[in-house]
């Protein structure tokens, strides 16, 4: 069962949309769906991008656990050393927040194990083709973020993953396409892949959710 990278697209971004919207069930009910979904094509990503984000998780857990108003923990172990403690309210909004980020992570993933590169530009190739009547180029932007896929994929090559750093990632973001010299320029070809009917059945889907949550 293959969809159209637009499909794809669209639902991690109907997923970045439905974790602050859901209730608590529905939101096990799409975990356990992307669970499966993850399990079905072995992707392998996600827990890499778990342990990257440790350190934000870990913050982020430890703001909402003592800087949202409630009712403070009883017993709390370091009362004795420290004036302050978490409430019952933080913990759970933290909570909750992890649980939100794990689920666009994983959705991540699971797009990047599924489609390939030259399908992932495809895709935000034609997203964006309309904005060509308000005079964006999506050939330029498809390019750059070729570009851009493929030099960090030379950078991991050469350099330790751990050492690369974010300013390699804004000069190949920055990267002026009309100074490239011709002995490093790469072809870029897209390929037309027409939307099935599994294709339409998912965007009606989307489309169906979105206008029953937005009316609810």
Request: charge should be positive.
């Amino acid at each position: 069962m293959r969809f159209h990278p637009v499909t794809k697209i669209l639902g991690l971004i109907l997923i970045a949309i439905g974790v602050y919207q859901l209730s608590p069930i529905l939101m096990v009910l799409l975990s356990l769906c992307l669970l499966a979904a993850m399990l079905l094509h072995s992707v392998k990503q996600w827990f890499p991008m778990l342990k990257r984000m440790r350190w934000l998780f870990l913050s982020m857990f430890l703001i909402y656990a003592f800087n949202t108003p409630g009712e403070f923990v009883r017993d709390w172990p370091l009362s004795g050393w420290v004036d302050w403690s978490p409430t019952y309210e933080g913990l759970q909004a933290g909570g909750l927040q992890l649980v939100r980020l794990m689920m666009m992570l994983a959705g991540v993933a699971l797009m990047m194990a599924t489609t390939p590169i030259p399908s992932m530009i495809e895709g935000f190739y034609v997203l964006l083709k309309p904005l060509q009547y308000i005079g964006m180029n999506p050939e330029r932007f498809a390019a750059r973020l070729c570009l851009t896929l493929h030099y960090i994929e030379l950078n991991n090559l050469q350099r330790d993953r751990q050492s690369a750093s974010h300013s390699n990632w804004q000069q190949f973001l920055n990267m002026d396409l009309d100074k490239i010299t011709s002995s490093n320029l790469k072809v870029i070809t897209l390929e037309n892949h027409r939307l099935s009917y599994l294709d339409y059945v998912a965007l009606f889907v989307m489309c169906a959710l979105l206008i029953w949550k937005w009316q609810a």
